[in-house]
């Protein structure tokens, strides 16, 4: 992060399993000071904190890395605690575009195994929990610029999916 300042929230590889695809994730992440400060010195307090802050940089101009000789280890398989619960509420309060809440949780049961039952409370939560919740005080959505900025930088990154999938983008 010394070397490249617009790093400003880094990883590093869960026992041996990096993909470059992959943001950095859990707690063993690293943030910039400065960065942090810019953005308010805090962690919101709502579903969706975790993946606020690498929108925010990425909405800022900023970038992520994941660092391969950088290893950790979760103590728990993922989601055996929690069971995937409030990831659909955090989804739904960031702006996630529908098609990719979809995505994910059909990538994660059908190409990754993992608990089908997890990602049910995904979608649960993000298609119709939220219609329940809206008295909860953690159960807020983030600001409508950041909102609209992922919900369009995900649209694009379907599209051109789509794209690939067909060919279009051959021409």
Same mark, same amino acid.
Request: aromatic fraction near 14%; charged fraction near 25%.
């Given at each position: 992060?010394n070397?490249?300042?617009?790093?400003?929230?880094?990883?590093?590889?869960?026992?041996?399993?990096?993909? =470059?695809?992959?943001? =950095?994730?859990?707690?063993? !992440?690293?943030?910039?000071?400065?960065?942090?400060?810019?953005?308010?010195?805090?962690?919101?307090? *709502?579903?969706? *904190? /975790? &993946?606020?802050?690498?929108?925010?940089?990425?909405? $800022?101009?900023?970038?992520?890395?994941? *660092?391969?000789d950088?290893?950790? !280890?979760?103590? +728990?398989?993922? &989601?055996?605690?929690?069971?995937? !619960?409030?990831?659909?509420?955090?989804?739904?309060? $960031?702006?996630?575009?529908?098609? /990719?809440?979809?995505?994910?949780? %059909?990538?994660? %049961?059908?190409?990754?195994? +993992?608990?089908? @039952?997890?990602?049910?409370?995904?979608?649960?939560?993000?298609?119709?929990? =939220? @219609?329940? %919740?809206?008295?909860? =005080?953690?159960?807020?959505?983030?600001? /409508?610029? $950041? !909102?609209?900025?992922?919900? /369009?930088?995900?649209?694009?990154?379907?599209?051109?999916?789509i794209?690939? $999938?067909?060919?279009?983008?051959?021409?």
């Open positions: 992060m070397r490249d300042h617009r790093i400003v929230v880094a990883s590093g590889d869960i026992e041996g399993t990096l993909n =470059p695809d992959v943001t =950095p994730r859990g707690s063993g !992440r690293f943030i910039r000071t400065r960065f942090f400060n810019e953005i308010g010195d805090h962690f919101p307090p *709502y579903y969706g *904190y /975790e &993946g606020w802050i690498l929108q925010k940089a990425s909405q $800022l101009g900023y970038s992520t890395k994941n *660092y391969p950088i290893r950790y !280890r979760h103590l +728990r398989e993922m &989601g055996k605690q929690h069971r995937f !619960r409030d990831w659909g509420l955090a989804m739904k309060c $960031l702006g996630y575009h529908p098609l /990719e809440v979809l995505y994910r949780c %059909v990538k994660y %049961v059908l190409i990754d195994h +993992r608990v089908p @039952l997890g990602y049910a409370h995904v979608l649960w939560d993000y298609f119709i929990q =939220p @219609l329940t %919740v809206k008295g909860d =005080p953690y159960y807020h959505f983030f600001d /409508e610029d $950041l !909102r609209t900025y992922i919900r /369009e930088k995900q649209k694009r990154k379907i599209i051109h999916e794209a690939s $999938l067909s060919g279009l983008n051959k021409r």
